[in-house]
Nanobody, 129 residues
């Protein structure tokens, strides 16, 4: 059974940092892309970042230069390092996996929610001003 579990959320002040983790289980994920989305109540889920099977990264313009996505395939874990946090980063953050396989796509592909096959249950990030 595929399972994605996020952790590392919490409260930070503007300008601070948080590091999110997503532990995947049920199968190996090294051949698949992993990503992060976020969602505020009343709004659609928003793309944050993705990393392909080969390590190529993609970022939303709103987080580029501040957030870094990475993965540890031996641990089936993907991370999101969030620096220079802003109040508008406040959201529930979800990790996801795309089972397309060992191939390459554009940022527009990964930015679509429909791309992703499985989702975690989310972790809350709150940034105070």
């Amino acid at each position: 059974q595929v399972q994605l579990v996020e952790s590392g959320g919490g409260v930070a002040q503007a300008g601070g940092s948080l590091r999110l983790s997503c532990a995947a289980s049920g199968r190996t994920f090294s051949n698949y892309a992993m990503g992060w989305f976020r969602q505020v109540l009343g709004k659609e889920r928003e793309f944050v970042a993705a990393v392909s099977w080969s390590g190529t990264t993609y970022y939303a313009d709103s987080v580029k230069g501040r957030f870094t996505i990475s993965r540890n395939n031996a641990k089936n874990t993907v991370y999101l390092q969030m620096n220079s946090l802003k109040p508008e980063d406040t959201a529930v953050y979800y990790c996801a996996v795309d089972f397309t396989g060992r191939t390459y796509y554009s940022s527009s592909y990964y930015s679509r929610s429909q791309t992703w096959d499985y989702w975690g249950q989310g972790t809350q990030v709150t940034v105070s001003s």
